[in-house]
């Protein structure tokens, strides 16, 4: 067989390098900012629309739309589309939710391991977050680890959340590490992973749930089941990590960092802020 140029073979590379990247860079920018919410967030000045609390076949809204966007994105996203064998694409972009819509849904709702229902609730727009995970503001998602859960993906936590359901799950990437310091200390004390509730939107807006948390630098972690010993570690382990800036919590234990600010409303999570 003939040998190749070289530069010809380099720019084959660099060819199928772009185009990877631009069908990832095509999906993540359908997400910026822009994924179907669901919930009634009409005192949300930056969504500034009543969302359902899912959407179904034949239904007609504007964040339909922008549901079929991400679906046709991630179908689009790499080996995805072998995934769609016999199933017919989405080509209309309007908000009408129609049969493609629903069928190219249960395809994901399948790959992500949810209900393949078709019908987009929060439980499909918070996979779909996971699945974009990017940020316009650069924010990276919370996901489970083995030293916490998120509790925004767990079903309870879903249901809790049964007004505006928004995926209060991004963080920057300096509070990311500090999350996972501050629980993997706290892991290795109890053995007990930590509840983290809210961060901030994906993109940063405004939430009519917080007055905070639009900056990807706060963070509510869960003190259910904690006992009063446990809350003071978690709470000498937060001051002593030099990215934590705040620790808003209902009793000081003791302690007195002046980085806790003792808050009466804040007797069931802690509320974390980072300098970055």
């Not at 995805?80 to 493609?100: H, K, M, R, W, Y």
């Not at 010993?229 to 030099?242: F, G, R, W, Y």
């Amino acid at each position: 067989m003939r040998r190749m140029n070289k530069k010809f073979v380099t720019a084959l590379a660099l060819t199928a390098a772009m185009s990877v990247s631009m069908v990832s860079g095509a999906f993540a920018a359908a997400g910026h900012a822009n994924v179907a919410a669901v919930g009634t967030a009409s005192s949300n000045s930056f969504y500034g629309v009543s969302y359902q609390s899912s959407y179904s076949l034949g239904q007609t809204h504007s964040q339909i739309a922008v549901l079929k966007n991400n679906l046709r994105a991630w179908r689009a996203y790499g080996s995805n589309e072998s995934l769609f064998t016999g199933v017919a694409p989405i080509t209309s972009t309007n908000g009408t939710f129609d049969q493609a819509t629903k069928d190219n849904l249960i395809v994901f709702q399948r790959n992500k391991g949810l209900t393949a229902d078709g019908i987009y609730g929060a439980a499909s727009r918070n996979a779909m977050h996971g699945a974009i995970g990017s940020s316009p503001r650069g924010y990276v998602r919370i996901k489970n680890t083995t030293h916490y859960t998120n509790y925004n993906d767990t079903a309870t936590g879903l249901s809790n959340d049964g007004t505006y359901k928004l995926d209060h799950s991004f963080v920057t990437a300096s509070t990311k590490t500090t999350l996972d310091q501050i629980a993997a200390s706290f892991y290795g004390t109890y053995a007990k992973k930590l509840e983290i509730n809210d961060a901030s939107l994906i993109d940063g807006a405004d939430t009519p749930e917080h007055s905070s948390h639009q900056d990807g630098k706060s963070v509510d972690i869960r003190n259910y089941g904690m006992t009063a010993a446990q809350e003071k570690k978690l709470l000498e382990i937060a001051v002593a990590n030099p990215n934590v800036s705040q620790v808003l919590f209902y009793t000081k234990h003791g302690l007195t960092s002046s980085k806790i600010v003792v808050r009466s409303d804040h007797a069931d999570h802690f509320h974390l802020s980072t300098v970055n």
